[in-house]
Structure formats: C-alpha cells, structure tokens
Nanobody, 120 residues
Framework: QLQLVESGGGLVQPGGSLRLSCAAS????????VGWFRQAPGKEREGVAC????????DYADSVKGRFTISRGNAKNTVYLQMNSLKLEDTAVYYC?????????????WGKGTLVTVSS
C-alpha cells in the first residue's frame, strides 16, 4: 500500500496560516526527496517547496519564500508545509510527492491532494 496522504487543508482568511501534513505508508519517506506542489483554478501545476533526502536542503518557489516552510517531523514518515501570511493567490489543491534525489513533476509517489482556500 505505497501511498502518500495529505491533510490540513481548509478555508482560511488572507493573512492566516495553515500547516499541511504529508504522511507516507508502505515506504520510508526519509529516504526520498519530498515536494509540495499546487494547482490553482485554471492554472498549471507548480512546485512550491522541496526537501531533499534526510532534510539536507530545502528550496522554495519565489512566490512563497519567507512565508512557507517545508520540514520533516520527528515522525519519520511525515513532512509538513507550514504556510503563513496566506494570500488569495495561494488558493489551490496542494499535493505532496516523493522520489529519489530531487523534486520533479514525475516523482514516484503522489498524494491525492488537499484543498486550501484563502478567502475573506
């Protein structure tokens, strides 16, 4: 049952915060790079954050730098995306994905997504 499951999405007001979780089952997430991606209404999928195997390094899209933080929890099969100062344009379905070496749009495992809606 190799899978990733996202949780933590919901409705928030502009300026608010959410923490998304990505939980793996059937494999050890710590051995993989993990990325967060999103797809906004009418837009292409985009990468927003990435953490390499064992948390050696992180990378962020320019649009979320300083606002979002990706991290590995002390639960070894869990990765988080802390989202602060949310903007209307952050509204999207957020997906986590895992694969070897680095984050790409063709990673091995993908979650089904969790919806984040930023609205006043």
């Amino acid at each position: 049952q190799l899978q990733l499951v996202e949780s933590g999405g919901g409705l928030v007001q502009p300026g608010g915060s959410l923490r998304l979780s990505c939980a793996a089952s059937g494999f050890i997430l710590d051995y993989y790079a993990v990325g967060w991606f999103r797809q906004a209404p009418g837009k292409e999928r985009e990468g927003v954050a990435c953490i390499t195997s064992r948390g050696d390094s992180t990378d962020y899209a320019d649009s979320v730098k300083g606002r979002f933080t990706i991290s590995r929890g002390n639960a070894k099969n869990t990765v988080y995306l802390q989202m602060n100062s949310l903007k209307l344009e952050d509204t999207a379905v957020y997906y986590c994905a895992a694969g070897p070496l680095r984050c790409t749009y063709t990673m091995d495992f993908w979650g089904k997504g969790t919806l984040v809606t930023v609205s006043s």
